[in-house]
């Protein structure tokens, strides 16, 4: 067995919880920790640790190119810091028609020479190779069961060892899958509890990055290990059920918007035949969106539509109005913005990204408790019918159902309220008189 004690130093680097991990003698190891905690240069310095203790090859297999590079560069640096000389040496190969860099660390005889290969994951790169196995971020790997049939024979030999590492990415993976296999010791590590045992990061430091990420899933997922399903009602009805109030009307009074006292925000989903057309009144009042109420249009007509809107929009309490302008609604919402002018109607093309936004500020909401609905089942469904997917390549993707004829457009157009009532767009004057007065920008 080759002296493991030159590597003392780089142990004493380690924070207390990462030197139990790195002086584990356990032979299949699961460690699911939060970002900002060293899983990597932890998992890296254990396989450093134990090869050399082993006289055992080592594979480093990792999520991409990218990041195999990143975990080799940790363990050359561990190495580096302690003046220990390797032999780096990187060639280009090709299996498969899949073209990838291998790098491969070689340590000084005195360490017993053992090799450090490091790969990007692919059920092509996982096979032939005997030694012990680091799978690092491998809840981000793609064909990740593949790569697992390919890749676990090569433990056979030798009892080969293997570390499994990641911060959770849902549940549709083999990641998620080994959390219940009693054969693993598993080492869970959320941000709250490496500072507990160690991580100087200050309570300060985590609310700063809490608020600093703005969406409550990814923190609880990134940073608190929760395993989250990928696909899930984005609005639960416990949360839908806390903004609810019974005394508000359902219905908008658009008579009663000619004497309203109050800043109103305005969203509008925009359908012809198959859906509603979904006009959401809300006043702010302070930081609460309080309903107004709802006016549903089914199966009318373009131009009647647009009197309709605007019959709304022009009121002066109304300070902004976004609208859906994605296909049918690309017209409407032209013409509503030439008449009403660009600081009171905001055109909304409904992107991937731009419905993440917007439905994560009424979500926001809907948590603190700061928006106000009316009890009403068909809003109530309505607004629990998104869910929010996660694709195997990690973009979240907010998706609805139609019901009862309608496709979340009750969803659509609180959360485009919610975007007008947020949106910084400067004072607005009000100027009152004819229609035909109106001017770009200002009201009437």
């Not at 190495?79 to 491969?104: G, H, N």
């Not at 000084?108 to 053992?114: K, M, N, R, S, T």
Request: proline share 3%.
């Amino acid at each position: 067995m080759a002296d493991v004690s030159l590597l003392r130093p780089i142990l004493d680097m380690c924070y207390p919880f990462q030197r139990a991990r790195v002086l584990s003698c356990e032979r299949f190891t699961l460690t699911t920790w939060s970002r900002q905690t060293g899983k990597s240069w932890t998992m890296s310095m254990r396989r450093i640790l134990r090869g050399i203790m082993r006289g055992r090859n080592q594979f480093f297999l990792s999520a991409g190119q990218r990041q195999s590079r990143e975990l080799m560069m940790k363990a050359k640096q561990h190495l580096e810091a302690i003046k220990i000389a390797v032999q780096w040496d990187e060639r280009e190969l090709e299996l498969a028609d899949f073209k990838y860099s291998l790098l491969e660390i070689t340590l000084p005889p005195e360490l017993g020479g053992i090799r450090i290969l490091g790969l990007p994951a692919n059920p092509d790169t996982a096979r032939g190779f005997t030694g012990d196995v680091l799978l690092d971020e491998f809840a981000m790997h793609k064909n990740d069961k593949e790569i697992w049939a390919a890749m676990y024979p090569s433990l056979t030999r030798g009892r080969g060892e293997l570390d499994v590492c990641s911060t959770p990415k849902g549940k549709a993976n083999k990641f998620y899958e080994l959390q219940s296999n009693k054969s693993y010791d598993r080492d869970v590590m959320t941000i709250y509890d490496s500072v507990k045992k160690g991580n100087p990061l200050t309570e300060d430091d985590i609310e700063e990055l809490r608020l600093g990420c703005g969406d409550v899933d990814i923190w609880r997922q990134e940073f608190g290990c929760e395993f989250l399903d990928e696909a899930y009602n984005f609005l639960s009805y416990e949360m839908i059920a806390a903004c609810e109030d019974g005394l508000l009307s359902r219905e908008l009074n658009v008579q009663a918007l000619r004497e309203h006292d109050g800043d109103v925000f305005v969203g509008v989903d925009i359908a012809r035949k198959k859906d509603l057309t979904v006009i959401w009144a809300f006043q702010k009042v302070g930081e609460v969106f309080i309903s107004l109420g709802l006016t549903e249009l089914r199966s009318t007509r373009f131009q009647k539509q647009f009197e309709i809107i605007s019959s709304i929009i022009q009121n002066p309490c109304v300070r902004r109005a976004a609208i859906d302008e994605t296909g049918l609604g690309m017209q409407l919402a032209e013409q509503l913005e030439e008449r009403f002018g660009s600081y009171r109607v905001e055109p909304c093309t409904f992107t991937t990204a731009f419905k993440a936004d917007a439905a994560g500020k009424m979500r926001v909401r809907f948590e603190d408790k700061n928006i106000r609905i009316p009890t009403c089942p068909d809003i109530r469904n309505d607004l629990h019918s998104v869910q929010k997917n996660v694709t195997s390549s990690g973009q979240v993707r907010l998706t609805a159902d139609r019901q009862k004829g309608s496709h979340a457009d009750r969803f659509w157009a609180a959360a485009l309220a919610v975007h007008a009532g947020d949106s910084d767009v400067g004072p607005i004057e009000a100027h009152f008189g004819s229609p035909l007065a109106m001017s770009k920008g200002r009201a009437w």
